[in-house]
């Protein structure tokens, strides 16, 4: 297993996924000899893990059965231990996009804070693209570090323990794409652009406040950026329900000239998404979205380094 790679079997000293349910995951480092506990029961790594294939429905001891799942930065992003706020795949996907990541691609990143977006920009760039992420916290670098490792990616990975508005990233007209989330990222454009290539590249400034979108825009105009541009992504996840709909009684002139489309003999309807009659109401399949919406992350600000 690698974070890059797939691989059919879990081995020792893998990251894999325990999928216990909806929304009830946690991972866990395969060990010859090590037990994980979990709500139906203990799972035994070197009998219940090693040797089968990712994806296997495992038993517990108390009866209950879990999924293992092949990491992904997507889960990973679901399942990490938070060192610091993090990005999730939402922005991600978005960040991704419009900094033009694709194989090959050399980024630069600060700060590194607890690796989420990192796994997905290495997963992005591999197998000849390069990470130069920054860390200025000694702890948060060393433990990054540590993970990449763990997951087999530290050939794509680089992790420097530096302040990038004081040092920069590092490296001298490499980088394709830069990213940055830092609390003063305006401070950081300077070294953003030396460090991107002479021809040009792209930009992204994760910030929460407006404030902090404002000083950046500014610095990055004094740089020569162009096609400044700030954006906010919002995700909305929806339920597949079943509803009730009471039919209302309308009297026996209404039932006579029926236009509800709902009638319980016509064996068309059974197994289509809506028109099941049952004493009275009406059934159907509808998406609902959650009631919590999702809250404001961060705005992203984008730009471009051009060669004129
Ligand atoms: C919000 S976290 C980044 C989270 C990361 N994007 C993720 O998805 O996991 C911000 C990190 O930037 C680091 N940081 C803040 N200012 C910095 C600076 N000037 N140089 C380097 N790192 C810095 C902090 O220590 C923190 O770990």
Not at 97 to 108: A, Q, T, Y
């Amino acid at each position: 297993m690698s974070f890059v790679d797939y691989a059919d079997t879990i081995k020792d000293g893998d990251t894999a996924i325990v999928f216990l349910g909806h929304e009830s995951m946690f991972p866990v480092k395969v060990q010859h000899g090590s037990k994980t506990q979990t709500k139906y029961g203990v799972i035994r790594h070197s009998s219940d893990l090693i040797g089968k294939r990712y994806g296997s429905k495992v038993t517990c001891s108390k009866g209950g059965w879990v999924f293992i799942l092949h990491p992904t930065p997507e889960l990973w992003t679901m399942n990490l231990p938070h060192r610091t706020q993090i990005l999730y795949s939402t922005d991600i996907s978005l960040i991704t996009m419009m900094l033009e990541l694709k194989p090959g691609s050399i980024v630069c990143e600060s700060g590194t804070g607890s690796g989420s977006l990192s796994h997905a920009i290495i997963r992005t760039v591999a197998p000849t693209g390069h990470l130069y992420t920054v860390e200025f916290h000694q702890q948060r670098a060393e433990k990054a570090k540590e993970e990449f490792q763990e997951h087999k990616v530290e050939h794509l990975v680089t992790v420097k323990n530096q302040d990038v508005c004081k040092n920069g990233f590092g490296v001298s007209n490499v980088a394709d794409a830069v990213f940055l989330d830092i609390p003063s990222p305006w401070e950081a454009i300077g070294h953003a652009k030396s460090a991107l290539k002479i021809e040009g590249g792209r930009i992204c400034s994760f910030s929460p406040c407006i404030e902090q979108v404002q000083r950046t825009c500014l610095a990055m105009e004094e740089h020569g950026f162009t096609e400044i541009n700030t954006l906010e992504i919002l995700l909305r996840v929806y339920n597949v329900r079943t509803i009730s709909l009471q039919i209302p009684d309308l009297g026996k002139a209404a039932e006579d000239n029926s236009s509800t489309g709902f009638d319980s003999s016509n064996q068309s309807n059974q197994g289509s998404l809506y028109g099941i009659l049952q004493q009275g109401t009406a059934q159907f399949k509808s998406g609902v979205p959650l009631k919590e919406m999702v809250g404001h992350t961060g705005y992203l600000t984008f730009a471009t380094k051009s060669l004129f």
